[in-house]
């Protein structure tokens, strides 16, 4: 199983979006979602999520929000993707281009409207509550075949 970070980071009513362009035989290509990515030898997830923010964007992180644990069945190209989901208020930097697409803060009220994987709208919805959440989100060529879900 590979293990994957993703935070959006959030000020003043909008959300930090990548639109994954720029990277070759991207799982991602087109869509827009938050940053992060997969975990090295020894990393924590909290580890791993600080520096990919600081890789991909410029900011550093200050504090994040664990919100949940999401299991891709098959996803990674054959293989199982687990993935941490963060969020963080609390960061400092100054934005800068990123190798694997075009960052840009989004209205929150219109993120539903940009392409992304089907199930990451629950995701935004995690975010506001105060519960831990477990999911297993099932995909076939793109397309969304199963989400279970428990929240803690």
């Known amino acids: 199983m590979i293990l994957t970070t993703l935070a959006y980071l959030k000020k003043d009513g909008k ?16 869509k827009w979602i938050g940053v992060g990515g997969k975990l090295e030898p020894g990393e924590s997830p909290e580890d791993c999520i600080k ?10 992180l200050h504090s994040l929000k664990c919100h949940g644990y999401v ?14 989901v963060f969020s963080s208020h609390d ?8 190798n694997e697409g075009d960052l840009q803060w989004v209205d929150d009220n219109l993120i539903p409207d940009y392409p992304k994987w089907e199930g990451d709208h629950h995701f935004f919805e995690w975010m506001e509550d105060d519960a831990y959440h477990h999911a297993k989100i099932t995909y076939q060529d ?5 989400y279970q879900e428990e929240k803690y």
């Open 15 to 30: 959300t930090l979006l990548l639109h994954r362009t720029k990277k070759k035989k991207d799982i991602n290509e087109g």
């Open 71 to 84: 299991t891709f069945p098959g996803l990674y190209y054959g293989e199982d993707e687990g993935m941490f």
């Open 51 to 60: 520096r990919e923010v600081k890789e991909e964007t410029g900011y550093t």
């Open 142 to 146: 793109d397309k969304l075949v199963d």
């Open 91 to 98: 960061f400092e930097g100054t934005l800068k281009e990123c």
